[in-house]
């Protein structure tokens, strides 16, 4: 399936592993890089000394190549970049921040740099920042998100008519029709998160994928738009959440219910109770737990199966 994404990071199919705090360690992250896609270590959950031992473990385990990814709005940033350069990875995905900080930077040390967005205006905010290419991103996506509701297949066309950068969709892609689908609508490629939490690889605790593969069409919500957007099962927390919505908080007030490591309590620890889940909306349609390798032989057949019945519609 050689394309300009294939081409951009020498893989052999334009799906990428999203990078996804508490899941997207060096075991996912490799297994994807060793199934013909790229693998994305997520550096949002971690310490730097921790995500150094995590790329050094995914050297070892695939020579396929594999990147970082760094939502820019955590702490330790500069010496999570100068680690992604000391260790020799070759691709970074920036989200959650200004493009414009560390593209040039990154690409003066031979990186191939991607940014991670949710609307026209800041995809073209990082082309004009010189990325190598774009992530589009969805309201369905689970995860951090933008505060407008715009959908990946209303988000994909709408950048498509505008960018000239390669173009990779996100948001409710787990088949292979909908990869099909997306680049029908203009991508180049598709990047693919909720279905890898139900992956064999993903570090997420077993509760927490099975919370996934029971979840049904309306059980996740975006909410906390006036701290961070994001995408969460509707659980004990959540309820927590649209209650004190009720009462008119300030964001102090949502600030102090969040408190810290929400997220490490759900998805890594399995406390479906307290802990934050992040999902996304196509949680709906992944019903069972299986190796990377499968998800992505069967995404490939599903795709090129698809592609061609489309030919009969
Ligand atoms: C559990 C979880 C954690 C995530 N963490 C991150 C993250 O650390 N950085 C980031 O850029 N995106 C993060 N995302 C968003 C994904 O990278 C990806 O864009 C999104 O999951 C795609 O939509 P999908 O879940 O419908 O496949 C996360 C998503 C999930 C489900």
Sequence with gaps: ??????????????????????????????????????????????????LREHIQKCKQATNKPFGVNVPMLYPNIEEIMNIIVEEGVKIVFTSAGNPKTWTKWLQEKGI???????????????????????VAEGFEAGGHNGRDE?????????VREQLQTPLIAAGGIATGKAMLACMVLGADGVQVGSR???????SAHQAFKQVVVDAKEGDTQLT???????????????????????TGPTPEQLKELLGRARAKKGMFEGDLEEGELEIGQIAGLIHDIKPVAEIVKDMVEEFEEAKNGVINL
Excluded: C
């Excluded at 996804?20 to 890089?33: E, K």
């Excluded at 715009?150 to 709408?158: A, E, N, R, V």
């Design 1 to 50: 399936m050689p394309n300009k994404i294939t081409q951009l990071f020498n893989i052999k199919y334009p799906i990428i592993q999203a990078g996804m705090i508490w899941n997207s360690g060096w075991r996912l992250a490799s297994a994807a890089s060793n199934s013909g896609i790229l693998g994305l270590i997520g550096a949002g959950s971690m310490y730097p000394d921790v």
């Design 112 to 134: 191939t740099v991607v940014h991670v967005v949710s609307s026209v205006k800041f995809a073209l905010k990082a082309q004009d920042a010189g990325v190598d290419a774009v």
């Design 150 to 158: 715009t959908t990946t297949l209303t988000l994909i066309p709408m």
């Design 196 to 202: 890898f939490v139900a992956s064999t690889e993903s």
């Design 224 to 246: 906390l738009k006036e701290l961070a957007p994001v995408r969460l099962i509707k659980n004990k927390f959540y309820q927590q959440v649209e209650d004190l919505y009720k």
